[in-house]
Every structure is written in C-alpha cells, then in structure tokens.
C-alpha cells in the first residue's frame, strides 16, 4: 500500500509541476489553485507513504516519478525536445527508480 501511495504522491507532483507553467508565475487564480491542491495532495501522500518506507528511497522515487512525468508531459504536450540524449537520460531515471524499488526488499 505504500507503494502505491508513493505512486500516487509521484503523479500530483506532475501536476503541481505542470501547473506551475500554467498559472503563469501565479498571476492566473484557477491554475494557482489548482496547483497548490496539487501540491499539498502530494506531500500528504508522500508523508503516508513514509510511514511505512525508507525516507531517501522514498523521496528519490517520488522526485523521480515526478520529473520523469513532468519531461514525459513537457514532451508530448509541450512540444518540448525528445532527442535521443534526452530520452536516455529519462531511462536512466526510471531505471534508478526501479533499482530503488526493488532494493528495498
């Protein structure tokens, strides 16, 4: 369960993180709030997940999950690079999320 709720904490970092760029240095009131919504969704989820995970695993995996989503979704809706310096470089961040998974067994 505290998996998923780190997975969880991981994708409403996306969002805070996305939202930023659109509530335009917090001068746009529906962006901003939902951005904060965002925010404090995910440090709640992160914080239960804690209960039961390693805490540098724990936030490693969540940063990881948040700034593999944030460049995948900068990618695909931002039109934002996708050459192949960068996707590998995106790789290896999942890749390091996994390991770290996986060695907290």
């Known amino acids: 369960m505290s998996w998923f709720l780190l997975f969880l904490?991981?994708?409403f970092e996306i969002g805070w993180a996305v939202?930023?760029?659109y509530s335009d240095g917090w001068t746009r009131p529906w962006p901003s709030l939902a951005t904060l919504a965002a925010m404090i969704v995910?440090?709640?989820f992160l914080s239960l997940a804690l209960r039961a995970l390693p805490l540098g695993?724990?936030?490693a995996?969540?940063?990881g999950i948040g700034a593999v989503?944030?460049?995948v979704v900068g990618i695909v809706l931002?039109?934002?690079s996708a050459n192949?310096?960068?996707?590998a470089s995106i790789a290896l961040i999942v890749l390091g999320v996994l390991g770290l998974k996986f060695a907290s067994h």
């Open 19 to 21: 939202g930023l760029r």
């Open 57 to 59: 695993t724990a936030y």
């Open 42 to 44: 995910s440090f709640g």
């Open 9 to 11: 904490a991981g994708l």
């Open 84 to 87: 192949p310096l960068r996707l």
């Open 78 to 80: 931002l039109g934002e």
């Open 69 to 71: 989503g944030t460049a």
């Open 61 to 63: 995996v969540w940063t």
